[in-house]
């Protein structure tokens, strides 16, 4: 989805190539030769293969320096990009997964259970980090500017729609995502892939 959106809004030519998830394509032999952990999405670029959302909108934006949505490496807002991108992969949406996916992690029901719980609660400390960065430096994740990771964010944001706790409860994070939302990029890809969202 992030990456989708962004394709967009590079308006770079691309060819999106379905894998069902409900059908378990990713498991797939020929999916699991590019992506091993049998997830999506994987970008395919000039032969080479990149997997994780974060790393493929960073290598994504630094084929696209003229697109102005990463911070110049010299600045002092690439830090916070960095920081945005790297924190939402491995605690945000991590939390996010443990929430949708208890199943992944625990086998018993009592301990799926508890497993939200405790998920749920994360997800609302995550999201009031944001909601404190985004009222000092805001409108966007990395300060005046929109950057690759209010794509990520967007992505995460869209998932918790549906949770106990979700992004768009909080002000400043719907005053973005509202923001997003007015972009032809986000509506194209919500478009494309049969997805609504409002909020
Ligand atoms: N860390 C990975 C996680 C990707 C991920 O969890 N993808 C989910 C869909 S949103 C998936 O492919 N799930 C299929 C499965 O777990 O079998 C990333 O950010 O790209």
Same mark, same amino acid.
Do not use: I, M
């Given at each position: 989805m992030a990456t989708h959106a962004l394709l967009e809004e590079l308006s770079v030519d691309y060819q999106l190539i379905e894998i069902d998830l409900a059908r378990k394509m990713q498991r797939t032999p020929e999916y699991l030769a590019i992506n @091993?952990?049998?997830?999506?999405p994987t970008l395919l670029h000039n032969g080479d293969i990149i997997y994780e959302s974060a790393a493929i909108l960073l290598y994504l934006l630094d084929q696209h320096p003229?697109? $102005?949505l990463s911070p110049p @490496?010299?600045? @002092? +807002?690439r830090g916070r990009y960095y920081q945005s991108l790297i924190w939402m992969s491995n605690t945000l949406q991590e939390a996010a997964n443990r929430w949708a996916h208890p199943e992944h992690y625990c086998d018993n029901k009592e301990g799926q259970a508890s497993l939200k719980i405790k998920a749920s609660r994360e997800l609302e400390r995550c999201w009031q980090v944001i909601e404190s960065d985004l009222s000092n430096q805001g409108p966007w994740i990395s300060g005046e500017t929109l950057s690759g990771a209010d794509f990520h964010l967007f992505m995460i944001a869209y998932w918790s729609r549906? &949770?106990?706790?979700?992004? +768009? $409860? &909080?002000p400043m994070i719907q005053q973005l995502l509202k923001n997003l939302l007015k972009r032809k990029s986000i509506q194209a890809m919500l478009q494309q892939e049969s997805l609504s969202f409002t909020c």
């Open positions: @091993p952990n049998g997830k999506v003229e697109s $102005d @490496p010299t600045s @002092p +807002q549906l &949770y106990e706790s979700r992004a +768009q $409860d &909080y």
